[in-house]
């Protein structure tokens, strides 16, 4: 089982992901086929999976301030009584898994006033893995926030999105160049495969000696 990494799975949810909702996130609904394959690989391979996810009260008192004109008009995405296509569940493809971790985040960050850092640090992860929407907010303050506490962050991208490419190619440049790894989903999980190889060839050579 590998314990050092985790799979953090940001605000992929029907609220941001379905065109009807205010906050649609124009490129959300083509990576959700490469996030399910990279949820159900890390699943299959014992890596923790962490949805952080937003949600929000019925009468938006903890809405942004900036967001709030567009999600009062836009039917309330993500709250408590809005419509199912637009609300706080993540889309079908992802599946339910009862080991999977779910936290509410109340702004961008994952790591922001939630238990997420504490978590992991109890499970003894070191490295970061991140997908979902939408790179220059969430995703890209969880890249920074993750490094600056000194996780590994590998950012897959493929499997997160923007309002548009130009957008997404830029923002994935700015945090490959404080740190972060880019990746695609194909590129983790054969990486992850390879991993998993040479650890049960190094368990089968020493249980063999």
Request: aromatic share 8%.
């Amino acid at each position: 089982m590998n314990t050092k990494c985790a799979l953090i799975v940001i605000d992929m949810q029907n609220g941001f992901i379905n065109e009807r909702s205010a906050q649609c996130i124009r490129g959300a609904r083509a990576t959700v086929p490469a996030c399910a394959r990279v949820i159900g690989h890390c699943r299959e391979s014992g890596v923790p999976v962490f949805f952080v996810s937003r949600r929000y009260r019925a009468d938006g008192s903890d809405v942004e301030h900036t967001r709030f004109q567009s999600w009062l008009a836009g039917g309330k995405a993500l709250s408590d009584g809005c419509a199912e296509d637009i609300s706080a569940d993540a889309p079908a493809e992802f599946g339910v898994c009862d080991r999977d971790y779910f936290l509410i985040k109340p702004r961008y960050s994952a790591f922001f006033h939630t238990e997420l850092d504490l978590i992991l640090r109890r499970l003894g992860i070191s490295t970061v893995v991140l997908i979902g929407t939408t790179t220059p907010n969430c995703v890209r303050t969880t890249c920074y926030d993750g490094i600056s506490l000194e996780y590994n962050v590998v950012v897959l991208s493929d499997c997160t999105s923007s309002q548009t490419e130009e957008i997404q190619q830029s923002n994935l440049r700015d945090m490959q160049n404080v740190g972060a790894q880019i990746m695609t989903a194909e590129e983790f999980i054969s990486g992850m495969k390879l991993a998993d190889t040479a650890a049960e060839t190094r368990k089968a050579v020493l249980e063999g000696v």
